[in-house]
């Protein structure tokens, strides 16, 4: 019970975490919140095996896609927090180091990349979005992030566990 309470505390402080960076990242320079309705639609689509999207922004609308998009969001978050605590042990958790977070939160931006976003219609790394390059660098910072939150509720779960 301890890998699963680790594993559930982590991965959900650490998207909190990316969140909370989503909302200072709005307020501060003006890019938009992710719209976690469209990562929903993607999911919700997958069922009927429709995995590629032309465009997600124009696919037909899946009843509960917000919902879908923001539970999608957040086991994502507890699956890379299990994939930490995967590679490197109960010994992290019970001692969570910045390296290994960081190692592993940045190497999430792969999944984007290479699977949503040519799932939506945005291109391998964004590369059919307007501006690839500042796609690309947010969702590296946006992902560095995450690591540091990964870091953040391991000490915090550790701590309160």
């Not at 995967?86 to 990349?113: K, Q, Y």
């Amino acid at each position: 019970m301890d890998y699963l309470i680790s594993i559930l505390m982590t991965g959900i402080g650490a998207t909190v975490v990316m969140d909370l960076w989503s909302m200072l990242r709005k307020h501060l320079l003006g890019v938009p919140l992710p719209n976690y309705g469209m990562v929903g639609r993607w999911v919700g689509h997958m069922p009927h095996g429709r995995f590629v999207h032309e465009s997600i922004a124009r696919a037909e609308a899946v009843p509960g896609e917000r919902i879908i998009g923001w539970i999608t969001h957040y086991l994502t978050g507890i699956g890379f927090a299990a994939l930490l605590i995967g590679l490197f042990g109960m010994e992290w958790a019970e001692r969570p180091s910045l390296l290994p977070a960081l190692a592993v939160g940045i190497s999430t931006v792969l999944a984007p990349f290479l699977l949503m976003q040519p799932g939506m219609g945005a291109g391998i790394a964004a590369s059919r979005t307007p501006n690839p390059k500042a796609a690309r660098i947010q969702s590296l910072i946006t992902h560095a992030v995450f690591g540091l939150g990964l870091y953040l509720a391991g000490w915090a779960a550790q701590l309160l566990y």
